[in-house]
């Protein structure tokens, strides 16, 4: 249904920094994975040809668990090396050769760590994306510059932030102040950086000497590869969300924004429908891809391509008294969808939903979480049943 953006859509999409090295690598990677395997050729899978929803669940729960023992296994060997080397040799060579020793144990072991935890996560991406159909590699022609599923993937298992996007005008940091988002930036490479060395040697430091000393350092073994095991949970929890919600937005501008449907819409109600994507990116303060993914589709079959603020929620809301009865409904299903699809209710759309929802709060609500909790938890299937968008209240 949709069609491909014109390059005069395409200036309105813009990262803004290029893709860092880390991403580059894990989308090579990414991309060698498919080749070797043999699916870069397929198409991708609809949601209809997809496994049960008990069955989606269960591998991708499998495949979650299986990278996450592996995590903690890496975690906790590569812990063990440096705890054995510490109180091998301390205390028993020179102190300056010591620290040398060890110094090169502990870089070498957190370099190995990292590594692995890197590789675990592309694997572990990829046997997901496998599981849920998409089989593509190529760049999307609804996102442009270097922002294709692999690349989405590649910043989930890497930990990489999602780069900041400029579409349409669109701002969803607009409510976060600078201080904040400097602060949310430090936190996160703060995590990435010594989140491992935290959990390894800092109790060791503050337990003392002698036998406490010993008895905490080889407690940090079962921590850290605890830490690992759920670093890869989390990896992979994200991966499915992308993914699920992925495939939704096809779904939903293929499935359901028919030509005989889009003819129904008036003009107002095709900007509104934007609006209504936009302004949950604006509420929901971050860039997720999925959210992403979904306003560029509808802005291509939609042909919008204008920068006219399509981020103002109280432009939005006068859109919903001037469109018809059914319109608004229609209207308040994007909405509710759009809400959930980055897996999370933030402050500001629990506190500005209502305003949309009037009367419908309690319905739209309960719909908005029940999708939320559905893609989150990889009921593929019964999610696509909520997605459903027609002129009909609920």
Same mark, same amino acid.
């Given at each position: ?21 880390? *991403? ?38 499998? !495949? ?156 940090? !073994? ?15 929890? *994200? ?22 449907? !889009? ?32 306003? !560029? ?5 939609? *042909? ?22 059914? *319109? ?21 759309? +629990? ?6 929802? +009037? ?12 999708? +939320? ?22």
């Amino acid at each position: 249904m949709s069609t491909p953006p014109d390059d005069s859509k395409k200036t309105l999409y813009a990262r803004s920094e290029e893709p860092g090295f880390l *991403e580059v690598l894990g989308v090579k990677y990414y991309r060698y994975m498919s080749k070797k395997s043999g699916i870069a050729g397929l198409r991708d899978l609809t949601i209809d040809e997809l496994p049960a929803d008990i069955t989606l669940q269960t591998l991708a729960s499998n !495949i979650t668990a299986f990278a996450a023992i592996i995590a903690f296994a890496i975690g906790a060997l590569t812990t063990f090396v440096t705890v054995w080397v510490e109180l091998t040799y301390h205390g028993t060579m020179e102190s300056t050769a010591y620290y040398l020793l060890y110094g090169s144990v502990l870089a070498g072991m957190l370099f190995v760590e990292l590594a692995v935890l890197y590789w675990l996560g592309l694997k572990t991406v990829f046997s997901l994306a496998c599981l849920t159909g998409h089989n593509q590699i190529l760049e999307e022609s609804c996102l442009p510059v270097d922002d294709s599923v692999p690349n989405m993937l590649a910043r989930a298992a890497l930990e990489v932030p999602d780069p900041i996007i400029h579409y349409l005008g669109i701002d969803p940091l607009r409510h976060l102040s600078k201080s904040k988002l400097f602060l949310v930036a430090a936190l996160y490479k703060a995590k990435v950086i010594l989140s491992s060395m935290l959990v390894k040697y800092l109790m060791i430091r503050i337990a003392g000497k002698g036998e406490a000393r010993a008895t905490f350092s080889w407690v940090a !073994i079962p921590i850290t590869g605890l830490w690992d095991a759920f670093t890869l949970y989390k990896v992979a929890h *994200e991966a499915r969300l992308r993914l699920f919600g992925h495939k939704l937005a096809e779904h939903i501008v293929t499935n359901i924004l028919t030509d005989d449907m !889009i003819a129904r819409l008036s003009p107002i109600a095709r900007e509104g429908a934007v609006r209504a994507v936009a302004t949950m990116m604006v509420l929901a303060q971050n860039y997720h891809p999925n959210v992403l993914v979904l306003l !560029i589709k509808l802005c291509n079959t939609f *042909e919008i391509n204008e920068n006219s603020e399509y981020d103002n929620w109280e432009d939005f809301l006068s859109i919903l008294d001037q469109v018809s009865a059914p *319109e608004r409904y229609f209207l308040l299903d994007l909405l509710s969808v759009s809400a959930a699809f980055d897996g999370h209710l933030s402050r500001l759309e +629990k506190h500005h939903l209502p305003e949309a929802f +009037k009367e419908l709060t309690d319905v739209y609500m309960h719909r908005t979480n029940q999708l +939320k909790d559905m893609l989150v938890s990889g009921q593929l299937h019964a999610a696509k049943e909520l997605c459903t968008l027609d002129f009909n209240p609920g």
